[in-house]
């Protein structure tokens, strides 16, 4: 057992905190540091940073353009990222789609998508979540009818995450509601400049309009656009679904907000609001401090097997339940230092553009906004509760 | 001019009814009661006449447990002047509650008495018109608008398909429909003032009626479950939705 | 032993309940909440005619006499609509202070209007550092000759921009954190040298910051004496603590209703969510946290009433379990709603919103779990 880096990741670690100082666009860099929201052109231009220096198609095949790089390696990556506060990759081109067409893609698909994907050429948004197809997500009725060369769709997908900025969507949609619920669903790509197709915004309780509803009124899709056989939709998903799940704890992340959350308390503390002194607050500091170590370790530890070719089990469901309740565990500190600047609700203060005095320090301003949109994080990608669930089913085999 | 309003304790309008189990009626223990909403009416109706100046007194009657005072002080809150209880736990029949209603009319001679059409409880839409047989009054049910002249009563009525205008002679009876008016809240300082209003508590014996029942309630039964609804994203998924899955567009 | 509203409390707490229920659906709020002064002034002279703003006042002022039972029964209605109107700004917080602390010409002169619905307050207590602990105000107001000047910085004053007078606590004598010293000045905001920076909070309200800057007043501006208003300030504030449990109690009863009614309607996996007792067990948490809080709430209720250095123990006590359930209700309401809960369209994040906010004000749980330690330390 053993977790120190190598000379050879050492140096690699070298070479991505190069790159994150000399090529991380400086705009996008001064945006994350005030906490501004990124618009759709800043995620571009921080993506093709990466494409620029070949690290866009992380957990790619090198065939493809990906770095190859060891599980080792992925980790680094995302530790220094997170330390140089780069945005999040937007994961549905890069992390969601990508891995399905190039692994169950025709070739003639992976030409004419992979390399877009790679480059952020093209804007990628999901649609699996429907109104009634949440946590039992098989249940979708988005219909795909097969009519000569095309399918015609039609019905809603929800819950579509920047939709409101993508040039394409991947659906799950119906082909056949024959047998059970989980056959039947095949793997779509619809461009979403197609007649047919409208996205409506939702807003949620921060304010922002991050997701949508994706409405599918008859629209004509060329059958080429479908990925592998009719029917096996459900398959190549959950496939995905167990293999992404690198990255899923944000680990890094919550490393770096602990540290400015740190931060945070000796700049109030200079401001004569003593939170050191607090024996509850910093317990509970500490505690979630014990607790993101035993996250890390672990994540590492679903790491280290995959890299010795083991493909994660579902244990990596640990991680997205642990990891969701660090993120809000952390939010929560955020807002009890923030104190009664946790009510002011300013968006001005968060938005490009932005020069005038805080109210209040200026972490405080986003405190309340991020722990109501972090509620989402136990909510997404399979609730909490089916989080749990996968665990007593399937690695304690209640 | 005296103004006589009959009020019924009932379950709150809000609270989701429940059957007991062995259903033999609703189930009422801890539940929150209050005034039927038509009596309700009936009570602002009868207090803007009297902020009006048309009449010079408000009485409120009910007739129930002695807990059904907390109906006539919050009638009493709501501006009456006056209540009566004629106390009695029997269940009672709508003839019966007609009867003690028109003892108490014979006693205080009102010139006009307001009531809900029907209560919300048992829905029987029956004392009013009772009422109005037993006292030998005319009656104007289902009244959306009230104008009081002289020694006469202008009663709009909501009827299948349109309005009907009536003139009553006084003494009259009018039963309140839903549009009448819309009852105030009522008051801090009147909430407090009701505490110091005269209430008369009378029992059905005072006044010589037989309250017993012929009627047994044999069973009651919830309605069907309404099976579970769908939350739908937008417009035009409940236009697709309609069209496709109710097929009823 | 009596748990029981009397008559009087049932008859208020149904014409609150019914004016919610009639006149404040969640969109009216919304309504209100997103318009320029961000509440009603119709509902505001509804209030004054139903005595609401007359309810804690003294009858020599042409108030009501309520106590905090009375105050807790309006305040769970209200939070069940999500109320905008200024009342605990005015009403708990402004008029029960000049109550507590003005002379009695003054309380005549000002409780009548604030009674009558022609005079609106804000309290500009708090600071960043001293969002409860009066005692740690930092603004200062120095004598000179019949005049004060007063400099110093006000953070999130509930009502500011609405209000005719901002009372305004200032230090006159002493060092932070003394208990003595503390004078409360009565100040128009008009006044030169007062800035409001008005903005809306989170959880829909109204409120600014206040900076003062050599802000001149006649010593007449100062209510009842001079150095002497922390212990008023901090009766208060522990009262407007049992307000705002009330208030969350309210909310936590809304959630709970609102929550199980949808997991009985949502159906995933082929019948209703509720069938799964993960998430009955989850809304028996989140029932039982109500209780508790609800119970918390009656008992500090009672016992802040009777004031001296308990009072302050007890209001900590209920800080701290409003806290915890609010955090627990708001957090299960919105995870089971799922994605629904997360929604600007939906009420239920509207509640949520508002229970976080409420921990923020006044002293979060943190602060008075270990303000509760300290007590405990000195014995």
């Not at chain 1, 190549?236 to 890094?252: C, D, F, Q, S, W």
């Not at chain 2, 009485?59 to 209540?83: H, N, Y």
């Not at chain 3, 005619?49 to 309810?55: C, D, F, K, N």
């Not at chain 3, 212990?231 to 809304?254: D, S, T, Y």
Request: hydrophobic share 40%.
């Amino acid at each position: 057992m053993n977790v120190d880096f190598t000379n050879e990741e050492l140096a690699f670690r070298e070479e991505v905190r190069e790159f994150f100082k000399h090529k991380f666009p400086a705009a996008v860099k001064d945006k994350q540091e005030k906490g501004i929201y990124l618009t759709k052109n800043d995620h571009i231009v921080w993506q093709k940073a990466l494409y620029d220096q070949g690290w866009a198609g992380i957990n790619w095949p090198v065939e493809h353009g990906g770095t190859g790089w060891s599980a080792t390696q992925k980790y680094i990556f995302a530790t220094e990222a997170a330390e140089a506060k780069s945005p999040r990759i937007i994961p549905f081109g890069l992390a969601m789609v990508a891995p399905v067409i190039y692994t169950y893609g025709s070739e003639e698909q992976k030409a004419r998508f992979l390399p877009d994907i790679l480059a952020t050429n093209v804007w990628w948004c999901q649609g699996y979540s429907e109104p009634n197809a949440g946590s039992d997500l098989a249940s979708v009725k988005t219909k795909a009818v097969r009519d000569g060369d095309s399918y015609i769709v039609s019905g809603t997908k929800t819950w579509t995450t920047l939709g409101q900025h993508a040039d394409w969507i991947f659906c799950l949609v119906r082909t056949d509601d024959s047998g059970r619920k989980q056959q039947g669903i095949s793997f779509l790509l619809i461009d979403m400049k197609t007649p047919g197709v409208s996205v409506t915004p939702i807003i949620t309780i921060d304010g922002t309009h991050e997701v949508n509803e994706v409405h599918f009124d008859d629209v004509r899709v060329p059958a080429n656009n479908l990925i592998g056989e009719e029917g096996k939709g459900w398959t190549y998903a959950k496939v995905l679904l167990t293999h992404e799940r690198t990255g899923i704890a944000r680990v890094a992340e919550s490393k770096a907000r602990l540290n400015s959350i740190k931060k945070m308390i000796d700049e109030a503390a200079a401001r004569g609001e003593d939170l050191n002194s607090n024996a509850v607050f910093m317990a509970r500091l500490l505690e979630i401090e014990v607790e993101l170590k035993a996250l890390e370790y672990t994540e590492l530890r679903v790491l280290s097997s995959v890299s010795t070719g083991k493909a994660p089990g579902p244990e990596s469901s640990i991680l997205k339940i642990k990891g969701s309740e660090m993120i809000q565990m952390l939010d929560e500190l955020v807002l009890e230092i923030a104190g009664i600047y946790a009510l002011p609700f300013v968006p001005e203060q968060y938005t490009e553009g932005f020069d005038g005095e805080s109210i209040g320090p200026l972490f405080a301003a986003k405190a309340a906004p991020t722990y109501y949109n972090d509620r989402k994080v136990s909510i997404y990608g399979g609730t909490n509760e089916i989080q749990k669930n996968i665990i007593a089913k399937q690695v304690l085999g209640l | 001019m005296k103004v006589l309003v009959a009020v019924k304790r009932v379950i709150d309008y809000n609270i989701k009814v429940r059957v007991k189990s062995d259903q033999s009626g609703v189930d009422l223990t801890n539940v929150k009661m209050a005034m039927n909403p038509f009596c309700e009416i009936a009570v602002e109706e009868a207090v803007r006449l009297k902020e009006k100046g048309v009449a010079d007194e408000v009485i409120v009657v009910s007739i129930g447990p002695k807990v059904a005072q907390e109906q006539i002080r919050t009638a009493m809150a709501l501006g009456a002047d006056r209540g009566i209880l004629v106390e009695t736990d029997e269940p009672l029949e709508s003839l019966a509650i007609a009867k003690l209603l028109a003892k108490v009319v014979e006693v205080e001679q009102p010139d006009l008495v307001i009531l809900g059409k029907q209560s919300i409880d048992a829905d029987n839409n029956q004392t009013g018109q009772m009422l109005g047989t037993l006292a030998g009054m005319s009656q104007g049910t289902f009244a959306s608008e009230i104008n009081v002249g002289e020694n006469c009563v202008e009663v709009t009525r909501e009827i299948d398909g349109g309005l009907q205008t009536l003139s009553l002679n006084l003494p009259a009876i009018i039963t309140t429909d839903l549009r009448l008016n819309e009852p105030r809240y009522a008051s801090l300082p009147n909430i407090m003032k009701a505490k110091r209003k005269p209430l008369d508590v009378k029992t059905p014996a005072d006044f010589g009626v037989n309250v017993i029942s012929g009627l047994k309630t044999l069973l009651v039964e919830s309605p069907q479950e309404r099976s579970a609804g769908v939350l739908v994203g937008s417009v035009g998924e409940l236009v697709e939705k309609l069209k496709n899955e109710a097929k009823v567009i | 032993m009596d748990f029981s509203l009397n008559d009087i409390q049932q008859m208020m707490q149904d014409s609150a309940a019914k004016f919610i229920q009639n006149d404040y659906d969640f969109e009216t709020r919304r309504g209100l909440s997103n318009s320029p002064a961000g509440y009603s002034e119709d509902n505001w002279k509804l209030f004054a005619e139903l005595g609401w703003l007359a309810l804690p006042i003294k009858e020599p002022y042409g108030g009501l006499d309520g106590d905090l039972v009375d105050t807790m029964v309006l305040q769970q209605e209200f939070g069940k609509g999500l109320l905008v109107e200024p009342y605990y700004a005015t009403v708990l917080l402004g008029a029960n202070l000049i109550q507590k602390q003005a002379n009695d010409a003054q309380k005549l002169e000002l409780l009548e209007q604030v009674v009558a619905g022609e005079l609106k307050l804000a309290l500009a207590h708090s600071e960043a550092q001293a969002a409860f602990d009066v005692s740690q105000t930092k603004t200062r107001a120095e004598k000179q000759g019949d005049q004060y000047v007063l400099n110093g910085h006000k953070a999130v004053v509930l009502g500011a921009e609405s209000a005719d007078y901002l009372l305004v606590p200032a230090r006159t004598s002493g060092a932070v954190g003394d208990a003595e010293g503390i004078t409360l000045f009565l100040i128009d905001p008009k006044s030169a040298g007062v800035q409001l920076r008005g903005y809306a909070t989170n959880d829909g309200l109204r409120a600014a910051d206040v900076g003062l800057t050599e802000v001149t007043v006649p010593a007449s501006s100062i209510l009842g004496q001079a150095d002497s208003a922390a212990p008023a300030i901090e009766l208060v504030l522990n009262e407007a603590i049992v307000a705002l449990g009330a208030e969350a109690v309210g909310i936590m009863e809304k959630l709970l209703a609102a929550t199980s009614e949808y997991i009985k309607t949502r159906q995933q996996f082929d019948q209703p969510i509720s069938r799964f007792q993960v998430l009955q067990h989850r809304l028996a948490d989140m029932f039982m946290e109500t209780e508790q809080a609800k119970s918390m709430v009656y008992f500090a209720a009672m016992e802040v009433a009777k004031g001296g250095p308990e009072a302050s123990r007890v209001a900590s006590m209920l800080k701290v379990k409003i806290g915890s359930a609010g955090r627990l209700v708001g957090q299960q309401a919105v995870q089971l709603h799922g994605g629904m809960g997360i929604t600007d369209e939906l009420d239920v994040g509207h509640f949520f919103k508002r229970l976080t906010c409420i921990n923020n004000q006044l002293g979060s749980r943190d602060y008075h779990l270990q303000s509760l330690i300290n007590k405990a330390a000195a014995g």
